[in-house]
């Protein structure tokens, strides 16, 4: 079997294993064979270049939304969560079957090109099983239920049981998951909880918004607003006390709980995260959050608490790309002093023992992670600027 060897000045091997100037040997069925550190005088024997930049393993996307490509650019940025829910809302337009799934399709394309190797998926109809049952990426579907009260969380969980069995017969990984905070009437999470206790990890939207944040603590904002006065619906869902009690149950199950976004995490939820959680992930999805909320997660109160920081992309209708460089590209410009292999485990280690992606996220002898090349002109300065990602030995994608 061929073997290839690529050569950079950085190998993020795992965490706290970073090799100045090593190479990486791999087969032609992505498995790993060799990580060894490699002398200029080595290389030039070898006939090999010492690339400028990152060898790592190939991305993991923590969070990402893949059935909604289509509607790629059709929501206007800012005004928050409320102003984003109404937009949705007032669409109103049904698109043609094909139309979606060329999108989908494309986005798929997208990931592969990006390096991406892996993602957690959140699916609110069997839209993509076609996709998932034939692909070669690594994935984990969240079906995703939300009914702010009994009566639409009642619906919404016959909906969601019929969804999930279609993935399941599809042979696709697949569990129930919740929507977000506000989104989830409490009769509606005692629904799911045998599906909950029986699954080994679930996705929750939380603490995206400000918004959110004053919906949980006070029953007030416009998210509230916008549900309850100008929807007519009874909001049923959690308080900040009652949805913590239950995080504290399933974190005490261990539960791998993805908590995406955090971007309003109050530094008291930050510590209740850290004490009750001890196997959750904080999931921010860098330009989404932009888009939605005109900011970011605090990354340097995330590191201090000593939490796992994953990364994904969200979908295409609130995330100008599905990049996951790009991702790491937004925050290292508002946060530039947080070193760059810190983010790269972030896209890759972090997001694949957060997702429960087994023999991903390490170039690890004997593994197939996938393998990426970080081209980074600017390193040297501590920035993304003009990175690039080359995937080398990704086979993932389609086999259709
Ligand atoms: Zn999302």
Redesign the pocket.
């Known amino acids: 079997m061929e073997v290839k060897h690529y050569a950079a000045q950085n190998v993020l091997v795992k965490r706290g294993e970073l090799l100045r100037n090593g190479v990486v040997s791999v087969a032609e069925d992505g498995t790993i064979v060799n990580v060894a550190p490699i002398t200029e005088e080595e290389a030039r024997r070898q006939g090999l270049e010492i690339r400028e930049g990152y060898l790592c393993a190939g991305f993991v996307n923590a969070?990402?939304?893949s059935e909604l490509s289509f509607l790629d650019g059709l929501f206007l940025p800012g005004g928050s969560m409320a102003a984003f829910l109404r937009q949705i809302d007032a669409m109103r337009v049904q698109f043609d079957a094909d139309l979606i799934r060329t999108a989908q399709a494309k986005g798929y394309e997208t990931f592969a090109k990006e390096g991406i190797v892996a993602y957690a998926d959140?699916s609110n109809d069997a839209s993509t099983a076609f996709f998932k049952k034939n692909e070669l990426f690594r994935s984990v579907t969240f079906v995703e239920m939300f009914g702010v009260n009994r009566t639409l969380g009642e619906e919404a969980y016959k909906v969601g049981t019929q969804v999930l069995r279609e993935f399941q017969e599809a042979g696709v990984t697949a569990y129930m998951t919740p929507h977000a905070t506000y989104s989830v009437s409490g009769r509606l999470w005692e629904l799911m909880r045998p599906q909950l206790e029986a699954s080994p990890i679930f996705s929750l939207?939380y603490a995206e918004t400000a918004q959110e944040i004053d919906f949980l603590e006070n029953r007030a904002g416009a998210i509230y607003d916008l549900f309850h006065r100008d929807w007519g619906r009874d909001v049923e869902a959690y308080g900040l006390k009652d949805m913590e009690s239950l995080l504290a149950y399933y974190g005490a199950l261990h539960k791998h709980i993805l908590l995406?976004?955090c971007v309003s995490l109050t530094p008291a939820m930050l510590e209740f995260i850290k004490t009750s959680c001890p196997e959750a992930t904080i999931v921010p999805?860098p330009e989404?959050n932009l888009f939605i909320e005109g900011r970011l997660a605090d990354y340097d109160r995330l590191r201090a608490a000593g939490v796992r920081i994953a990364v994904?992309t969200?979908?295409l209708s609130?995330s100008p790309s599905l990049s996951i460089l790009k991702q790491l590209q937004v925050v290292n410009t508002y946060y530039p002093t947080i070193p760059l292999d810190e983010l790269l485990l972030w896209a890759t280690q972090n997001g694949a023992e957060g997702c429960k992606f087994e023999g991903l996220g390490c170039l690890e002898v004997g593994s197939r992670p996938g393998l990426n090349f970080i081209k980074t002109p600017y390193a040297n300065k501590g920035s993304l600027a003009k990175a690039t990602v080359e995937p080398l030995a990704n086979l993932r994608g389609f086999c259709l």
Do not use: A, E, M, P
């Open positions: 969070h990402t939304h959140i939207h995406v976004h999805c989404s994904g969200d979908s609130s």
